[in-house]
């Protein structure tokens, strides 16, 4: 049998089961377009904003904070996926690979580290932390 | 107690002449005004107001630094006005002075033909809302306003409803329609325009993102607007809008018999109950010269404490929920619900009972009053406990609101806080202790006082205040006076109902109160209480009639509502729910 | 022929339980709250309110198939189905008992990595194609945080791989036949606990959809059964998360006397309660907080305790 052959006859019911998943959601979702009500009143093609008419729209620049942790994830995302590699291979690469692993994991905290002191992982504004500073904890 | 009421009364009116006098070496053209609650009231002119104000403000040691009140009157078919300054419109200015523990008031008279007065916003920001407010109901033009915007009307109503010629009933008006292209004009002009507020949309390296929170938002308490200027989470700025949930409580005043209006204060804080009623009828007793029994004071302070401990119960349940925590909401109403039942047992009535009455209280206590009262106070003693574990010592709910909304006494002060959020600064002021009325001197209670004045504080002031308000009602049911319960006064509004068939003279008093409702003598009259949120009081003007001339309603709310761009700018959207949650409001109590 | 039909078996078999007990958890989720707050809950339909499920089922397929002129269209319908799809088709590696799974995959661990982090596309997806300012401020929460959490999610199980030396499910849960993996692991059980809440969003980490911050977040604009089909995922995710906690740490199916299956869902059921105990006692944090929180201690601990396995392993 052929390395594919094999793999379906495996991986079946795998793909059986993907398939109901997605044939059941199709039924959820065609199901509301027979049976729903339709209706359409003045303000049903409004967009929600609390009873007001918005100004603007929401399609606008996302402030940069936001992109910083799309960054940080790829970093650390990317990261994490070379320690999965050894996690499943660390009786077989013994203490060389742990040591290896030691390296790389204290270069990510100290990255980690040097991302905290530089204030990039404190998303508080500015007035949050003076009024935080400011009063007395009890 | 008689005696050292008078005193005390003696003691107030001596030392208003002080101010008087000192007022008078300055502004020798300054009319004086004798009301009848005490209140030093003089007559300033549209040109020297200013200088008056600022110099009570700053001038005078020590000065009045509140604005507490800032509305007007229609004199223009008032009858009684002899020794006042003619006037079509007056605009009247209250201000508080915590040092010397009064209010002043100070009139301007303006005519009909030239409604304009200079702004005071410089001198106090508080008074930025209520001119706006004086301008929609009055058509008063305040020149140099920074923002002047209608606040309670909508943009698109014609007249001004405090006017007398504005009619008070909706079957003096055409009948309500609302047609599509009329809501189209209704829904635009709610738009929020950021130029108009002085708004940019584009910041240095971002989009602002303009967002309306409210009027129909699960956190906002009721029909409450905040217009925000977002980058990103961060708030730069934010526009309260108010007005949503208006019902013309004052003009209602102007047509409801003194009798009758009664059910309409409970409305105000709905969650107040039967405390709104109090500063009314004693500011109709004053005018009516009605000295009420000590049992009638007990009561009234018994059950008025009774309403602040369900205020403050679903202020901090809210306040719980706000933030995130479901549960804690849910036991308290289990108590608020215990502590219904009393009230119902008592007056009758669970949220709006409506039981005060000129000159007394509907009923008396009813038998074994107090049976179910010491049995909430012991269950009281053993939940607030855990109610203190569950919320105030939770360790994300303390990251969530210490340091959040803070603001100082000074700010507060600026702004017209009262009540908690005054307290929470650390600032010891409770009217209870520092004027008393009806009684409350008689009673031994401690002023909880927070530190910070931030969202935590609020919530702790309050959560305290519960413990107090328990203990001073444990005090009402330990001692408990005899006595009447309504006062034998001609003007007590009903008079007792027993007595009708025995004497004509109650007949017919009971006659006339009932129909026409009681003739109040001609006067002015505030008296201002601590309330469940703050310093509420009723400014009555009376011209003889069976109803009230001017009705006018100072709530804390609105004053603490305004400060919210104060307490947002540069937090982020989490923290306005924090926020909003801390303050204790709800929007009848802003918009009446 | 016949391990076909119990494959079929099988794979039918898990679908229903894994569809109908997370419409179940509705149910279960608003008696237990009620219990815990002194009130009902759902208890009108049927016996104990329990047919409270099919009613709700039943409305939201009356309900209008709606989709907002303004939204884009494709992308809207399209987020609540990744939603839905990507947490049933994680439960396909859950080994419940000896025999009954969909699959038992080589790289199990990985795919239900795979696709907890597709979910994150769900809730962006339908933020975007909203076009509503709520649901973009909850989209941009959702993302932030879901990224940042799944970091530690996967970190805080490679103690558990390291320990079995694979990243098969069934292999993992066989070998805690000795000793439960949440003994050695307690602090990457916690780890993966909170992070797993995390990635389901739930209170106290609902900030995407914070009810009283941005009304309902990213599903402000959905209604009917696109709204059911988020709802429905997140109860599935809660699901697969008690039940993946079940077979890393808690050995599975595995305990005496009583047969595996009712073991791994005895265990399930008590970690699925435990989460629905949080949301009734926790306030949630905020937008920032969450952030540092997972960044300056999740993270950090999560690298500590891969460093200390690997010692403990290979001593």
């Known amino acids: 049998m052929s390395y594919g052959a094999s793999l379906i006859t495996h991986l079946w019911p795998l793909v059986l089961f993907l398939v109901l998943v997605i044939g059941l959601i199709s039924l959820m979702l065609a199901g509301p377009y027979f049976l729903g009500s339709r209706r359409n009143a003045r303000a049903t093609g409004e967009p929600y904003e609390c009873g007001i008419v918005p100004v603007g729209s929401a399609q606008y620049h996302v402030p940069i904070p936001f992109y910083l942790f799309a960054i940080f994830f790829v970093i650390f995302d990317l990261e994490a996926v070379f320690l999965f590699a050894w996690a499943v291979a660390v009786r077989e690469t013994g203490w060389a690979g742990f040591i290896e692993a030691l390296v790389f994991i204290v270069i990510l905290l100290v990255a980690l580290l040097y991302l905290w002191r530089l204030g990039a992982l404190d998303w508080r504004t500015f007035r949050q932390k003076r009024d935080r500073a400011s009063v007395l904890l009890r | ?153 909508p943009a698109t109503w014609h007249g001004h409803p405090l006017r007398k010629e504005h009619p008070a009933r909706a079957t003096e008006m055409e009948p309500f329609s609302l047609p599509d292209e009329i809501q189209d004009q209704e829904q635009e002009a709610l738009r929020f325009d950021p130029a108009k507020w002085g708004m940019t949309r584009h910041g240095d390296s971002t989009d602002f993102m303009f967002l309306n929170l409210g009027p129909n938002h699960p956190s906002v308490h009721g029909v409450f607007r905040v217009a925000l200027q977002l980058d990103g989470e ?359 | 022929m016949s391990s076909i039909t119990a494959n079929i078996l099988n794979v039918v078999g898990i679908l229903v339980f894994v569809v109908a007990s997370a419409a179940m958890l509705t149910w279960v989720e608003r008696r237990m709250l009620g219990i815990w707050q002194e009130r009902y809950g759902p208890n009108r339909v049927g016996p104990f309110g329990i047919l409270q499920v099919a009613a709700d089922m039943i409305k939201l397929l009356m309900k209008e198939d709606w989709v907002p002129p303004f939204a884009d269209r494709f992308v809207f319908v399209v987020a609540p189905t990744i939603a839905m799809f990507v947490v049933v088709a994680a439960y396909a590696v859950i080994p419940m008992a000896p025999g009954i799974g969909v699959i038992d995959l080589n790289i199990g661990l990985l795919f239900f990595l795979a696709m907890t982090s597709l979910s994150a596309y769900s809730v962006m997806f339908g933020a975007y194609a909203s076009d509503n300012k709520y649901a973009l401020l909850g989209g941009l929460r959702a993302a932030a945080q879901m990224l940042s959490y799944e970091v530690f999610l996967g970190l805080s199980l490679m103690g558990v791989v390291m320990l079995a030396g694979t990243f098969n499910l069934r292999e993992i849960v066989l070998a805690q036949q000795e000793q439960w993996f949440v003994i050695p692991q307690f602090l990457a059980m916690l780890l993966f606990f909170i992070a797993g809440i995390a990635e389901s969003h739930r209170t106290p980490f609902d900030l995407p959809e914070a009810e009283h911050e941005l009304t309902a977040g990213f599903h402000t604009e959905y209604s009917g059964m696109k709204f059911g089909m988020f709802f429905i995922g997140e109860y599935v995710s809660v699901l697969l998360t008690a039940s993946m906690m079940v077979v890393l740490f808690f050995g599975g199916w595995l305990g005496p006397v009583l047969p595996p299956l009712v073991w791994f869902l005895l265990k399930t059921s008590i970690l699925v309660l435990l989460m629905i105990l949080i949301r009734g006692a926790l306030p949630r944090p905020r937008y920032d907080q969450l952030m540092a929180f997972g960044w300056k201690v999740m993270l950090p601990l999560a690298m500590i305790n891969l460093v200390v396995t690997g010692v403990l392993v290979l001593v």
């Open chain 2, 234 to 592: 961060e708030i730069v700025d934010a526009v309260p809008d108010i007005g949503y949930h208006h019902r013309g409580a004052e003009k209602m005043g102007e047509r409801q018999a003194w009798h009758s209006y009664m059910p309409y204060t409970d409305r105000v804080d709905y969650l107040g109950g039967v405390m709104n009623n109090l500063p009314y009828v004693m500011a109709i007793e004053k005018m009516a010269g009605i000295e009420v029994s000590d049992r009638v004071k007990t009561i009234r302070v018994m059950l008025s404490e009774c309403f602040r401990i369900q205020s403050h119960f679903l202020f901090f349940g809210t306040f719980a929920q706000d933030v995130g925590q479901m549960s804690p909401i849910f036991y308290i109403f289990t108590d608020r619900e215990m502590m219904f039942n009393i009230i119902e047992t008592i007056t009758g009535g669970r949220m709006h009972p409506s039981w005060f009455r000129i000159g007394g209280v509907a009923q008396d206590l009813p038998r074994g009053w107090d049976i179910k009262l010491r049995e909430f106070i012991k269950r009281m003693r053993k939940n607030m406990p855990h109610y203190r574990s569950m919320v105030l010592n939770n360790r994300i709910l303390k990251q969530r609101t210490v340091g959040v909304g803070v603001y100082d006494t000074a700010t507060a002060i600026e702004w017209g806080v009262t009540g908690g959020g005054l307290r929470a600064t650390g600032f010891n002021w409770d009217m209870r202790k520092q004027i008393p009325y009806s009684g409350y001197q008689n009673f031994d209670f401690d002023i909880p006082l927070g530190i910070n004045g931030d969202a935590y504080d609020r919530a702790l002031v309050r959560f305290e205040e519960i413990i107090q308000s328990l203990r001073i009602i444990e005090q009402c049911l330990d001692h408990m006076p005899e006595g009447p319960y309504k006062a034998d006064h001609p003007l007590t509004t009903p008079p007792p109902k027993e007595r009708t068939m025995r004497d004509i003279e109650t007949l017919i008093h009971h006659f006339v109160h009932e129909s026409w409702g009681p003739a109040i003598p001609a006067g002015e009259a505030c008296t201002p209480i601590e309330a469940t949120k703050g310093l509420n009081s009723y400014y009555l003007v009376s011209d003889g009639n069976t109803t009230s001339y001017r009705t006018r309603i100072r709530t804390p709310s609105f004053a603490h509502l305004q400060m919210i761009p104060e307490m947002c700018r540069g937090m982020m959207v989490a923290d306005v729910i924090a926020i909003i949650a801390s303050i204790d409001f709800v929007m009848a109590d802003v918009d009446r």
């Open chain 2, 1 to 153: 107690m008689t005696a050292t009421t008078l005193a005390s009364s003696r003691g107030s009116s001596a030392r208003a002449a002080g101010v008087v006098a000192d007022l008078l070496k300055v502004f020798p053209d300054l009319q004086v005004q004798n009301t009848i609650d005490d209140m030093p009231t003089v007559w300033a002119t549209r040109e020297s107001v200013r200088q008056v104000l600022a110099c009570l403000k700053r001038g005078l040691s020590p000065g009045y630094s509140m604005l507490y009140d800032l509305t007007a009157i229609d004199e223009r078919v008032r009858a009684n006005r002899r020794g006042q300054p003619a006037s079509d419109f007056t605009v009247v200015y209250q201000l508080l002075s915590f040092e010397r523990n009064g209010f002043i008031r100070i009139k301007v008279p303006l005519r009909d033909n030239d409604l304009h007065i200079e702004t005071i916003s410089d001198i106090w920001p508080n008074a930025n809302w209520y001119e706006r407010e004086c301008r929609d109901m009055f058509g008063i033009c305040f020149d140099n306003h920074p923002t002047p915007y209608p606040l309670i009307m």
